[in-house]
């Protein structure tokens, strides 16, 4: 199985292979993409004296029960195959092994722009991409003996998609992704851009910093990758994707995707250029939407090949946050 590949860049052997918008860049030029917040429920266990033995899943629902939000889903621990053993897939996502994670809230969908509007609006959070490069920190980020960059490039920023003239090799891929000055979450291609008219879209521009911030205020915390990809599957094993093993079924798209020769030209087949509206495509079988396709999604941890040999995740957490979900 390759399910992992549905949440970052499923490739082809050629260009006008349909590819999903959805791919695991780590901190290129200091984590500037835009990811959505994926939102996980956090709160204080509340134990009940009188029960005998609770199970880990009755535990981890008494947490804070009665004061979860809306829109959030449970999902209840288990055991998966997390990873693939496809050769295809990148050298990270292998070998597939398996994985207990216990039980959780999740949101059911991306943060929103107008979420996140709502958190800055109420503390004044500047973004990483809204502030001026720190070169003291960029550095460590480095390889050794970089020099440092004139003073007119350490300016606020992010990396931005940009369609190339022609094919390109998929192997670098700064041949698309291009550092754009004044690019930040209210102006996701530059600073001629807005987010007026994608108030429901996904947010994008964040760095990890910036989802934790967003999801310490909401009371939550971002997912690990075990739980996200626990979630995202949906309960389905051995499928390619979190609908089953054929990418249209019916001949019906259901996520966001690149169609036409990447990156050139997207056609815009499914019905989006870009960002598309939360909840656009069908929610998989928990009723989580965009787990696969529309924006890339920030975890809590780092996604390693021998990540597998840690534990993946814990119960009910100690009162500190949310968890959220992004291009």
């Known amino acids: 199985m390759n399910f992992p590949r549905i949440k970052r860049i499923s490739l082809a052997p050629t260009f006008s292979t349909t590819i999903f918008k959805r791919a695991q860049l780590a901190l290129l030029l200091c984590g500037l993409l835009g990811i959505a917040l994926v939102l996980h429920f956090s709160g204080r266990t509340i134990a009940n004296a009188d029960a005998a033995h609770p199970t880990p899943d009755e535990q981890s629902q008494g947490c804070l029960r009665s004061k979860v939000p809306a829109r959030m889903v449970w999902i209840a621990s288990g055991t998966f195959r997390m990873g693939t053993n496809d050769e295809r897939s990148f050298p990270n996502e292998r070998p597939a092994h398996l994985v207990e994670v216990q039980g959780f809230w999740i949101d059911q969908q991306d943060v929103t722009n107008a979420e996140f509007d709502k958190f800055v609006e109420a503390t004044g959070y500047v973004t990483t991409a809204e502030r001026k490069p720190d070169w003291e920190e960029l550095k460590k980020e480095l390889p050794p003996d970089t020099p440092e960059p004139d003073d007119s490039v350490l300016v606020p920023g992010s990396l931005v998609f940009t369609p190339t003239f022609g094919p390109v090799s998929l192997d670098d891929l700064s041949a698309w992704w291009r550092w754009i000055p004044g690019a930040d979450w209210r102006h996701p291609e530059g600073p001629a851009s807005s987010i007026k008219g994608r108030e429901n879209h996904p947010l994008v521009r964040v760095s990890w910093y ?12 971002l997912p690990t990758e075990a739980e996200w990809e626990f979630a995202a599957r949906g309960g389905l094993e ?29 056609s815009g087949e499914d019905g989006f250029v870009g960002t598309s509206p939360v909840g656009s495509f069908p929610a998989n079988r928990y009723g989580l939407y965009d787990m696969a396709g529309n924006v890339w999604q920030w975890s809590s941890d780092w996604n390693r090949v021998d990540s597998h040999i840690e534990v993946a995740s814990k119960k009910c957490l100690s009162r500190s946050g949310w968890t959220g979900r992004q291009l």
């Open 210 to 221: 910036d989802g934790v911030a967003y999801a310490r205020w909401a009371g939550k915390r």
């Open 238 to 266: 051995s499928k390619r994707y979190f609908w089953g093993d054929e990418f249209r079924p019916n001949g019906k798209y259901l996520a966001n995707t690149w169609q036409g020769v990447f990156p050139v030209h997207d």
